[in-house]
């Protein structure tokens, strides 16, 4: 609890994420979809908690977003929750929906990921903000992140107008204390407006909303310039740092004494605002992580600034960084770490995962695999290296298909695209319809693990159940594609290494495209079939020490050298550098090792 002016308020530790979806509750929100992405995701799973609401994993971000405007014509408050490359992805309505407005009101979530934790690029978003003409707010912990939304949402209101709330992965993912409010109740504001010169964009009424969306933005300049959480802390009038979200916690960190302005609204900035503040200061610096969108935007007023020509483009700011960058050196100041020696743990597949099996034998298999987004894309890496490119969601059916068309007779039987079944259902689907319209001449492998697994093990519409648990439509992979006009289908158990490498050779020999679905529950997965599976272990007898069961990269198998021997032949010894062993805590017994093993070392733990 915590006393403020004689009231006595509960205080929190809440994530960044858990404080987005509490303030929205707060606010009246009632409508939420979004598609699973760090670091995003927990959003949606915490709002969906909460008692009267409405959540849904939409099938990718473009339909939130289109779900979102629906529900925010209605009246309602809606978010729409995505990462930073899924607002790509939702761009085309994005852009238009600034132009109609909102009868309701709309947020939308962008989580931008610098250092690149989970994403394929580090894009950074504010710049979607300007593009779009849409109004940004950007909080720097966990109880401005509460506030934000709501200030948000009377935002749209006040400007009709979508806004987005912008976080990073440290403020998403970080903990500090926050102050909860009792809920709004909304229902009265419910309502169908029928208005179509504001909703129908025909080029005629565009045009005259795109008018109306100048001078929105005019007046949110305006109220840019007293807007609250845009604050001024004159403490020094040496040096200032204008800066805003999780770079302004940095900042102080490495400054406490320097007089800063924080913005907590990053477009449109308030230009007088600026400019005083760049008065009462002899040196000013713009800290901010990724693009110099601050300092472009300052440097066009004619203020000088010192930004991205001390400061670092790439990666995220931490204190360290900051008081290297400002005092000189481009050179972070290292954290004291203890002096230990701590081997390298690089990301691998869990054990028993289904898609080794399929790996390793693509990897074996002499073909060009285009990978997509997903656990399996760590099958690039030794000793799998059974996937060759990731470009985004989507998009390996698609370069399968052009590298099809460009080799021609040279391609046949060599280009296969790999996509999970989260994935397919996102952006893979119009995909394998051109494959079939224009005729490719490709194998295509959906890894179908029965979940959105590299998020955190949430719904698809393959699954047969929503967010909340109710059992709904399961989406049939096999009839889709039948539907889509693919000719071949093929039903495969990775497990099952033989028939895997049988089915991808049959099917690599035929003109495509071929589907192949590879079918098996991720091993982490809640409603994993009930299997009672034996550990594996390796008989020290029978083991020569060949390795091939290393070629796997299965995390229970490791290496142990201690100069024993096994039998060769008619009772013969051959001497080797050591074994392999098995751990049996980790191992869930898939059996991969022992149908690579050749000598049948690999045993259950029971056998003889």
Not at 2 to 9: E, L, P, Y
Not at 201 to 220: C, F, G, S
Not at 253 to 271: E, I, Q, R, T
Not at 459 to 468: C, Y
Request: glycine share 8%; charged share 25%.
């Amino acid at each position: 609890m915590n006393n403020i002016g004689g009231c006595v308020r509960m205080k929190v530790l809440m994530s960044g994420n858990e404080a987005i979806a509490r303030g929205a509750y707060e606010c009246g929100v009632r409508f939420v979809a979004g598609y699973p992405g760090t670091p995003s995701t927990e959003i949606v799973e915490t709002f969906a908690q909460y008692q009267d609401v409405y959540a849904e994993w939409s099938p990718n971000e473009k339909v939130a977003l289109e779900s979102g405007i629906g529900a925010a014509l209605a009246g309602a408050r809606a978010t729409v929750v995505m990462k930073h490359v899924g607002v790509n992805v939702a761009a085309d309505p994005l852009f238009t929906v600034s132009y109609t407005g909102t009868n309701g009101a709309l947020v939308i979530i962008t989580a931008d990921d610098p250092s690149l934790h989970s994403s394929q690029n580090e894009q950074d978003n504010r710049n979607y903000a300007k593009f779009a003409k849409i109004p940004m707010l950007e909080p720097s912990d966990s109880e401005e992140a509460r506030r934000y939304i709501k200030i948000a949402f009377e935002m749209s209101e006040m400007f009709d107008t979508p806004v987005f709330l912008r976080t990073t992965t440290r403020v998403s993912h970080s903990k500090s204390i926050v102050y909860p409010e009792a809920p709004l109740s909304r229902e009265d504001a419910l309502r169908l407006e029928v208005n179509p010169g504001k909703y129908v964009m025909v080029p005629i009424n565009a045009r005259h909303r795109r008018e109306e969306v100048e001078k929105r933005i005019q007046r949110l300049k305006d109220f840019a310039e007293t807007f609250s959480e845009n604050k001024m802390e004159l403490n020094n009038t040496e040096t200032g740092i204008i800066t805003s979200g999780m770079s302004y916690n940095y900042a102080k960190d490495a400054f406490p004494d320097l007089s800063y302005l924080k913005l907590g609204m990053v477009y449109p900035l308030p230009v007088k605002m600026i400019k005083k503040f760049a008065s009462e200061v002899r040196k000013l610096y713009v800290v901010e992580e990724l693009d110099p969108y601050i300092e472009e935007q300052v440097m066009a007023m004619g203020i000088k600034v010192i930004g991205k020509e001390v400061f670092p483009y790439t990666g995220e700011f931490d204190p360290g960084v900051i008081a290297a960058s400002m005092g000189g050196s481009k050179q972070p100041v290292p954290a004291s770490l203890p002096d230990i020696s701590i081997p390298p743990r690089p990301p691998n597949l869990c054990p028993g995962c289904p898609h080794r099996g399929l790996f390793y034998v693509l990897g074996k298999l002499n073909v060009f695999v285009s990978g997509d987004i997903g656990c399996y894309t760590l099958s690039y890496m030794k000793p799998l290296e059974g996937l060759h490119s990731c470009i985004c969601m989507g998009a390996s059916i698609g370069m399968a298909h052009g590298m099809s068309k460009a080799l021609g007779e040279k391609g046949r039987g060599r280009v296969v695209g790999v996509i999970g079944d989260s994935t397919f259902i996102h952006s893979g689907i119009t995909s394998l319809l051109n494959s079939v319209y224009n005729k490719s001449d490709i194998v295509i492998v959906i890894c179908d693990n029965r979940t959105t697994a590299m998020t955190g093990m949430q719904e698809h519409p393959a699954t047969g159940f929503t967010l909340s648990g109710e059992r709904t439509k399961e989406l049939d992979f096999s009839a889709l594609a039948s539907a889509l006009g693919v000719e071949n289908i093929r039903i495969i158990d990775p497990y099952d290494l033989k028939s895997t490498r049988t089915v991808m050779k049959e099917e690599l020999s035929k003109p495509g495209p071929s589907l192949i679905i590879s079918r098996r529950s991720c091993v982490l997965f809640k409603r994993r079939e009930k299997e009672l599976r034996v550990p594996m272990r390796v008989n020290p007898e029978t083991c020569i020490g060949c390795k091939l069961c290393l070629g796997l990269g299965c995390p229970p198998i490791s290496w142990v050298k201690d100069g024993m021997t096994a039998k060769k032949g008619k009772g013969k010894r051959k001497k080797q550098e050591g074994v392999a062993k098995i751990d049996q805590e980790l191992c869930i017994g898939c059996t991969l090792c022992q149908q690579v093993c050749k000598t049948g070392a690999i045993i259950e733990v029971n056998a003889e």
